[in-house]
């Protein structure tokens, strides 16, 4: 996926290109993500629209639900919820950091001879 260490590295316009790419991937994740737990906010806490998003929102951004559940469903949905959002924090980070690193290391790691 990403050149090897024996080419050079890539342009600053190829690589903007690059982590545009990822952030958008990122970000097409997040907004995925964000859906889902509307929807299950929605679906089992019959929360409004923007509560369900406030609560969803708040998960994915690490800082926990707003809204306690009151229903069995819904405290199995928050649950299984908060473990998908703190793998989909990491998962979006990485996304977002990949690109930077690789340039970083390659950068380390590029001979003279190239």
Known sequence: M???????????SSFARRLVLHVAAAALLLAFSL??????????????????FLNAAMLLGGMGPVDSPATEGGKLFAGIYALYAGLVFILAAALILTPIAHRALHKFHCDSKV
Request: no cysteine; net charge positive; aromatic share 14%.
């Open 35 to 52: 859906g889902v737990g509307m929807w299950g906010y929605s679906s089992f806490e019959k929360l409004s629209p923007i509560d369900a």
């Open 2 to 12: 990403y050149e090897p260490r024996t080419q050079k590295p890539l342009p600053r």
